[in-house]
């Protein structure tokens, strides 16, 4: 099976702008995670969707990110407008059960870097 | 709140046996997850212990103690390809909280 795909793997941008991340999750997984690794800092929860509702969006840092699950398959995660503390590692997972016990399965990752 | 603690950097040599040990504090503990994360690419999932004890799988093996909060991943037979992070993770009710990881470093 394919696996979690992310796009870009990298983007440079300027501060002010606006930047999209796309997951695409493994067929069939209904659970959809987004995670943020910073620099030194542990790999830290965003959002969590069930098909196409945010079941968990405690982790989102405020409102300048903005996570879209149409259709229950592909997301997206828009930061508008960017801020030079968004750089780091965007990570997606998927899962068929809830993250919480059932394995994730990872994309390589977004490196997103804020000038 | 969420805790996860695991050391920074471990350096073991080829051939031997390393233990990366985690301790968690969090709520609404379901079992705790191992994945293993080679520079650059995604994490990979390694192992998921929910009942005390110790379970192997082939190299790595994987300990849980749930009421001291306490688990640890044992890899034997060292091969330069171990050297990657391992992250510790604590399954709650619907997600996984990660600690900073572990960066191992295998040495001839």
């Known amino acids: 099976e394919a696996g979690v795909t992310q796009f870009p793997s990298h983007s440079v941008i300027e501060k002010g702008q606006t930047v999209t991340l796309r997951c695409d999750p493994i067929?069939?997984?209904?659970?959809l995670y987004w995670y943020r690794r910073v620099m030194g800092k542990e790999i830290k929860f965003l959002l969590h969707?069930?098909?196409?509702?945010?079941?968990?969006e405690s982790g989102m840092p405020n409102n300048r990110f903005l996570a879209e699950r149409t259709g229950g398959t592909y997301s997206t995660l828009k930061v508008q407008p960017a801020e030079l503390e968004d750089s780091g590692v965007y990570f997606c997972a998927s899962s068929q059960g809830t993250g919480g016990h059932s394995p994730l399965h990872f994309g390589n990752g977004t490196r997103l870097t804020v000038t | 709140g969420q805790n996860i603690d695991q050391p920074t950097e471990m350096t073991a040599t080829e051939g031997a046996i390393v233990q990366i040990n985690c301790t968690y504090q969090t709520s609404g503990f379901n079992g705790l997850f191992w994945y293993q994360q080679h520079a650059g690419e995604a994490p990979t999932f390694l192992s998921y212990n929910v009942l005390d004890g110790l379970e192997e799988k082939g190299r790595f093996s994987s300990f849980l103690s749930r009421s001291k909060g306490y688990s640890y991943l044992l890899l034997k037979e060292l091969q330069m390809k171990d050297s990657a992070s391992y992250l510790c993770?604590?399954?709650?009710?619907?997600?996984?909280?990660f600690g900073t990881g572990t960066k191992l470093q295998v040495i001839p």
């Open positions: 067929s069939g997984h209904d659970n």
């Open positions: 993770g604590a399954g709650g009710y619907q997600k996984v909280t």
């Open positions: 969707f069930v098909k196409e509702s945010k079941q968990d």
